[in-house]
Nanobody, 124 residues
Framework: QVQLVESGGGLVQPGGSLGLSCSASGSIFSINAMGWYRQAPGKERELVASITSGGNTNYADSVKGRFAISRDNAKNTVLLQMNSLKPDVTAVYYC??????????????????WGQGTPVTVST
């Protein structure tokens, strides 16, 4: 079983910064892409940013230049630094990872896992 645990959400004023962290744990043999998604009230979940194991990144157009995603492969951790925050980024942020896991090296499979979500609110 694999678990993704997020931290770092909260309330921040417009123009401020916030950092999110997500750590994967469990019977992990490899992790491919890791990423952050968000879901605002009444809207569908959408990709914010993703990063491959090799460090290639992809961002939603709305966050380019303001958000930065990074990862520590040794710690199975992905980070999202959010700067110049605006109220329209208010949402629950979810970590996602494509993980090769299983009870043994001979019994593995690739599966996508989600964190429990951490709320980010940008407001005065």
């Amino acid at each position: 079983q694999v678990q993704l645990v997020e931290s770092g959400g909260g309330l921040v004023q417009p123009g401020g910064s916030l950092g999110l962290s997500c750590s994967a744990s469990g019977s992990i043999f490899s992790i491919n892409a890791m990423g952050w998604y968000r879901q605002a009230p009444g809207k569908e979940r959408e990709l914010v940013a993703s990063i491959t194991s090799g460090g290639n990144t992809n961002y939603a157009d709305s966050v380019k230049g303001r958000f930065a995603i990074s990862r520590d492969n040794a710690k199975n951790t992905v980070l999202l630094q959010m700067n110049s925050l605006k109220p329209d980024v208010t949402a629950v942020y979810y970590c996602n990872a494509k993980v090769l896991s299983g009870p043994s090296v001979w019994e593995t499979r690739w599966q996508a896992y989600w964190g429990q979500g951490t709320p980010v609110t940008v407001s005065t």
